[in-house]
């Protein structure tokens, strides 16, 4: 890992509590948080189901990892992506060349009881039952390039953001 760069990346499937630990992480850290679905938000000035609804997921994508790549060249930030910015092997590579990649699991139960009353989420289309498990299934092994991987199941923000920081301070240090 060459890590030019001081960053926290989180990984995960949505529901996996990326924005929530993104949030507590960078407060402890003194770094910025970077959202990458709202910055893309930002930049686009529509929400990410507008951008899904007018230009399609393909169109989102392209725009997800020029943006990846912007953040990814500043120093000293946490970001958190969006569920699908993995599926992209540039995005994978430029991730992990300039940050600790850390993966958040969650069961599907708890995903479900997450996300299911979302209405921001383009891809379940109100469905979440229905779509999560499938979804779940096809990106089974889209998060295993990460550095580092913990379940978010029943545990403490705090607890989660001080095995992740044990995990990145061992590996800056290797």
């Not at 120093?75 to 995005?91: C, F, M």
């Not at 092994?141 to 061992?170: G, N």
Request: glycine share 8%; charged share 25%; proline share 1%.
């Amino acid at each position: 890992m060459s890590m030019q760069h001081n960053n926290i990346v989180l990984v995960g499937f949505m529901g996996t509590g990326k924005s929530t630990v993104g949030r507590f992480l960078a407060e402890k850290l003194s770094w910025e948080l970077i959202d990458t679905d709202h910055y893309i938000e930002k930049q686009e000035e529509m929400s990410i189901a507008e951008l899904f609804t007018k230009h399609g997921e393909v169109y989102f994508r392209e725009i997800e990892t020029r943006a990846i790549q912007s953040i990814m060249v500043k120093s000293n930030q946490v970001i958190a992506t969006g569920g699908g910015a993995v599926l992209a092997e540039a995005n994978r590579v430029c991730l992990k060349e300039n940050g600790f990649v850390v993966a958040l699991t969650a069961s599907l139960e708890t995903i479900i009881q997450r996300v299911g009353g979302d209405r921001n989420r383009p891809l379940l289309l109100g469905k979440a039952a229905e779509i999560v498990p499938q979804l779940l299934q096809k990106r089974k092994h889209a998060y295993d390039f990460a550095d580092y991987t913990i379940s978010t199941d029943r545990l403490r923000i705090e607890f989660i953001a001080q095995r992740l920081l044990v995990a990145y301070r061992k590996q800056t240090k290797g």
